[in-house]
T-cell receptor, first 112, second 116 residues
């Protein structure tokens, strides 16, 4: 069965600084990988996904993520964060069955 | 852009009461899901539904829970006798082709269930 680990519960960065949120997955075959963002009181919005091909995927809002099979990782990056990026970010993995499994999330705080 | 819609946005109920959470998935989607998120915790899978039957369910989805697609548009989650620990945000999601493919899940904004 697939599983996801997001090792950082909280991350704080200054506005304009770069960001990297970590995600490690466990799955026997090539996984389908997703990053979702959840703003307070809102649902989950898809930022980007990976399923095959180019290991660097571009998403909405200037986010990108890189799939590294050797490290079982799918870290999310943004070169320069904006105050509006403050939210909770969830990494998710699918592929083995009809469901996708979410990590525990990383809450991103932005300092002005 | 089509959306998954959930009603109500907030439901308060007393322990032991039945609740039905409602969802309208995106119209051309074939897979439907319920997830829940207890306050401050991760998003947990409850159940997936395809072709008018449950395709997968988690250990959380016990006999107190049931799902139904009563017509061509609605997808409901029923909790027969609510417990305090059922208090959570419940998210409905739909997908074109399910988790075995690369099609992402599209989520509604959730129903916050409070059991008192």
């Amino acid at each position: 069965a697939q599983s996801v680990t997001q090792p950082d519960i909280h991350i704080t960065v200054s506005e304009g600084a770069s960001l990297e949120l970590r995600c490690n997955y466990s799955y026997g075959a090539t996984p389908y990988l997703f990053w979702y963002v959840q703003s307070p009181g809102q649902g989950l919005q898809l930022l980007l996904k990976y399923f095959s091909g180019d290991t660097l995927v571009q998403g909405i809002k200037g986010f990108e993520a890189e799939f590294k099979r050797s490290q079982s990782s799918f870290n999310l990056r943004k070169p320069s964060v904006h105050w509006s990026d403050a939210a909770e970010y969830f990494c998710a993995v699918g592929g083995g069955d009809d469901k996708i499994i979410f990590g525990k999330g990383t809450r991103l705080h932005i300092l002005p | 852009e089509p959306e998954v819609t959930q009603t109500p946005s907030h439901q308060v109920t007393q322990m032991g009461q039945e609740v039905i959470l409602r969802c309208v998935p995106i119209s051309n989607h074939l897979y439907f899901y319920w997830y829940r998120q207890i306050l401050g915790q991760k998003v947990e899978f409850l159940v997936s539904f395809y072709n008018n039957e449950i395709s997968e369910k988690s250990e959380i989805f016990d006999d107190q829970f049931s799902v139904e697609r009563p017509d061509g548009s609605n997808f409901t989650l029923k909790i027969r006798s609510t417990k305090l620990e059922d208090s959570a945000m419940y998210f409905c999601a739909s997908s074109v082709a399910g988790g075995r493919s690369n099609s992402p899940l599209h989520f509604g904004n959730g129903t916050r269930l409070t059991v008192t």
